[in-house]
């Protein structure tokens, strides 16, 4: 009878704890501060494999929180660039145009950075050559400001694509980090000089003041979890285990790629409430916050190192801390938190070989697979006659050097057998089948097409096989892909009206911008390809 009742009791707390949302009652008041916090690289799987360790701010974030277990990017493109325009914008790559952190302009054939601008000046001698001109739509800060011209919309980050995209077309500040000076810089495209409370936040010299000598483990050692010395990781000052010795004159190069890099943005965000009076003005402010670091470490160490652990358990921290500040300049009650990713990543090819037990692999496409493509080509032109190359590993298809009797889709279905039939080719998508939606379905076709812009796009894309990790280097790891490894982020709402839960059904990061202003009352555009998240809009 006991064990019956004890069973009983057990049951209705699970149930209680991952119940959905009830009945909606009625919407929320209007926060006068929304902060959007995008940590780069983070994995939807890390608050199951660390989230038992943190106290802080994440830890809060999802005990409290609205919290969305099987969000996805779903598309291809999981890169930082296309990551951010998407949780900004609402709408996917196909549609805000930035397909990559990097791509080929179809036209001239040269590479364009997704933020670059040669007409951004730089400021106050720092800064400039970055602005959003290449996104395509407008963001989330553009529908706030077009209903409210006296809300703020400030953005910051490490990395400048980061800032930039999840600024929108028209914010009042973006800021990035400067590795030669350990400063945050902005580009003539958003002011003529430096804001004063930035000015004075550079002025004090963080970097030198907070970054201490050594990255040592905040932890203690048997907390973390697998191999410190692991197969695969990239050496700093020739080890691949804890601690970690900064060499003093490289500390504001170095530190970008430790915990102090998302410490600095945390900071600096604080410093933007404080001196821009956001959410204190009677009017709703954004706050974009992006925390590059988290990639870096994941780049460098893998998702499963001991760096990771360690520096997600001092993001935890800094991010207890920079909520803990909101709510005392703000309140609670007044503020909408909002987190998610722009990527996750892959694990380490030899930790999965290693530890796991599966297969993964690494592939060199410049030894592995070009050679084999230029043979293809090489064989094709000698069997058609071809007057020139007739396509190279950039996506583009040379049409024109095939006889004239050679139809655009014969072609193209020569060339994607022979590609197809290449070691570490899994497939092929043209860019006919990319953008009609009525040819049929195959393996991950949805999400190559979510991704696919046409005025950017290439001819043709590649897939590599799952746990394949296209790379020239011989340590760390990488994403990019249309794999779930590389799609599932979290994605959860904070604030004081939100029903506590976890929903289990999928929804997309395209979701978030649009929820968001939902929440706001705000007029969005039909470019928006996401939808709002009901479990948000309720008391």
Known sequence: MKRTILLSLLLALTLGAFAQPSTPKKAPEKPSLVVVISVDQMKAEYIDWFGHQWSGGLKRLYAEGAVYSNAMLDYAASETGPGHATLSTGSFPRTHGILGNEWVDPKTRKDVYCVEDSLAKPVDGLGGGMSARNLAVSALGDWLK??????????LSVKDRAAVLMGGK???????????????????????????????????????????????????????????????????NGSRTMPKVFNLAMRSEQMAGTPWGDLLILDAAKAAVEGEKLGQRNVTDLLMISLSSTDYVGHAYGVNSHEMQDHLARVDAALGQFLADLERIIGRDRMLVALSADHACMPLPEYLQDVEF???????????????????????????????????????????????????????????????????????????????????????????????YPPRGE?????????VLPSSRETGTSHGSCYNYDNHVPLLFWGPTYTVNRVTRPVRTVDAAVTIAKVLNLRTPKTVNGLPLTEVLVK
């Open 358 to 452: 599966r297969f993964s692999r690494r592939l060199n496409v410049g030894t592995e697979v070009r050679p084999k493509t230029a043979a293809l080509d090489s064989t094709l032109r000698l069997q058609l006659g071809a007057t020139g190359p007739l396509f190279g590993t950039n996506g583009f298809i040379n049409y024109s050097a095939a006889p004239s009797n050679v139809k655009a889709r014969a072609l193209e279905g020569m060339i994607g057998s022979g590609l197809r039939a290449i070691d570490g080719i899994a497939d092929v998508y043209f860019k006919f089948e990319l953008i009609d939606t009525t040819v049929p379905m195959r393996p991950y076709l949805d999400r190559f097409r979510n991704s696919y």
């Open 459 to 467: 001819d043709f894309q590649l897939r590599f096989p799952e746990y």
């Open 170 to 236: 028209n914010p009042d500040q973006v800021y990035w980090y400067d590795r030669k000076t350990g400063k945050l810089v902005t580009s003539s495209a958003y002011a003529k000089v430096m804001a004063p409370w930035m000015k004075a936040f550079n002025d004090q010299n963080w970097v030198f003041k907070h970054v201490p000598p050594v990255w040592s483990k905040l932890l203690a050692d048997s907390l973390y979890l697998g191999p410190d010395d692991q197969r695969g990781e990239q050496l700093w």
């Open 146 to 155: 077009a209903s409210s011209k006296s809300s703020k919309v400030i953005s």
